[in-house]
């Protein structure tokens, strides 16, 4: 699809991610304190909930604006999905007749804190990532057995954290945990010293399912809103101990960083790609209707206190071996109920390079392979006051759709987490 060229002269730049065919959906706040929902175009953002409140749009069913999250609309349907973009692309298209009443209603995104653009209601996720899952399970079993079992046969995932879903921007603190080296004879109680990030896709869902009705993958597909960029902050040290036998649990406990902006299903549409040739057959239920990957550049920068970015990961979303759908269709094959405000995380999203690897357990390989970024330094993992930037780019001729930062910074761990009092409820 071409560039859709708009009245706002910054939506036509070829290197803004918020064209006119984007129109992603967060939730901002600027000289009037007051959260509220909002879409990106070029450099400035539309107050969506002011034009409703203003009668410039009325869409059926509605209001959907009145509360600082997307939810409420997410909810209604892939009609009303439809109808809002076309009202605002018609709104903001070059030459429309209504922008003088619009005008009002922009606000400069350089004036604004970006809040949650949605309320969490659970988080999942997945180990979507066959790169990933071959890297990791070689340093721990060895190539012969580095897939599980089960890998190419379902999604393979665990439920996670909604309350510590942060948005960009949030700082996260170095968390404590039960840690026990090999060459240690019990385990001890400290911070982290193998904190990670991870370079995830996070799938919002929109639509609920009923309890104990499953879902096709189709009908999984419609059930998703749109997407986010997921940091899945990784305490690898405090994984080691604590995975066998049930899994993660305190190791991705301390928080997931998403980033402002929803970019909706819509809008990704015409960078569909198939899924990878399946090296055995799948169940039935998790048979592709048709593609339904995307072709999202993604990379991962760090930047340390009083240092320069570096780039240390380049990849893309379509090296993912499960969809999200297909992941949002095995959450519900048991009859599990998905709800309006779900976030499925894809799992680190690697490509078969070594500079593609999404995390720094893999770009390390362990630790044992120091990572360089710039200026003499190095890293194996994440070092206080890091800064870990997420991006992702969808390109075509003449212009590209971008998702905005997802950007946090490591605290220091607390000196002693037991020795303070404790905060109010």
Not at 45 to 59: S, Y
Not at 212 to 222: I, L, Y
Not at 374 to 393: A, C, K, M, S
Request: glycine share 10%; proline share 10%; aromatic share 8%.
């Amino acid at each position: 699809m071409p560039l859709l060229p708009s009245w706002i002269d910054s939506a036509n730049r070829a290197d803004t991610p918020f064209p006119l065919n984007n129109l992603p959906c967060g939730v901002f706040s600027d000289t009037d304190p007051t959260p509220r929902c909002g879409v990106a175009i070029g450099d400035m953002i539309l107050d969506v909930a002011a034009l409703e409140q203003a009668g410039i749009l009325a869409l059926a069913g509605g209001p959907y604006f009145t509360a600082p999250r997307w939810n409420g609309f997410m909810a209604a349907g892939s009609e009303a999905w439809a109808a809002l973009r076309a009202r605002l692309q018609s709104l903001l298209r070059e030459g429309a007749a209504e922008r003088d009443n619009i005008r009002p209603h922009l606000v400069p995104q350089v004036r604004t804190r970006m809040h949650m653009p949605f309320e969490v209601a659970e988080f999942t996720d997945f180990y979507a990532g066959r790169h990933h899952a071959f890297n990791v399970g070689t340093m721990f079993r060895g190539p012969e057995n580095a897939l599980p079992a089960n890998w190419l046969h379902m999604p393979v995932g665990y439920n996670g954290r909604a309350s510590s879903v942060v948005v960009s921007g949030t700082p996260v603190r170095r968390p404590w945990g039960q840690i026990k080296a090999p060459d240690e004879a019990a385990p001890r109680f400290a911070p982290s010293a193998r904190f990670d990030f991870e370079l995830e896709l996070g799938a919002v869902v929109g639509l609920p399912s009923q309890s104990g009705h499953p879902v096709s993958v189709a009908e999984a597909d419609g059930m998703i809103f749109g997407y986010v960029l997921l940091n899945d902050w990784s305490a690898r040290d405090i994984q080691a101990w604590e995975y066998q036998p049930l899994g993660p649990f305190q190791s991705k406990a301390t928080a997931t960083t998403i980033s402002p902006w929803i970019v909706t299903r819509a809008a990704l549409a015409p960078w569909r790609v198939a899924t990878p040739d399946r090296s055995v057959p799948l169940l039935p239920y998790l048979h592709e209707p048709g593609p339904l990957l995307y072709d999202i550049e993604l990379e991962v920068a760090l930047t340390p206190r009083g240092g320069s970015e570096k780039v240390v990961c380049r990849t893309n979303s379509r090296e993912m071996y499960y969809a999200a759908a297909q992941q949002l269709a095995h959450h519900a094959s048991s009859g599990c109920p998905m709800r309006c405000g779900d976030l499925l995380g894809s799992g680190t999203i690697s490509g078969p390079g070594p500079d593609s690897r999404g995390c720094l357990l893999e770009l390390s390989w362990g630790g044992t392979q120091p990572v360089q970024i710039g200026e003499g330094r190095v890293r194996r993992f994440l070092e206080d006051h890091d800064t870990v930037t997420l991006r992702g780019y969808l390109h075509a001729d003449d212009h590209m759709i971008g998702f905005g930062d997802c950007t946090g910074t490591v605290l220091p761990a607390l000196d002693d987490p037991y020795a303070r009092p404790a905060p109010p409820p």
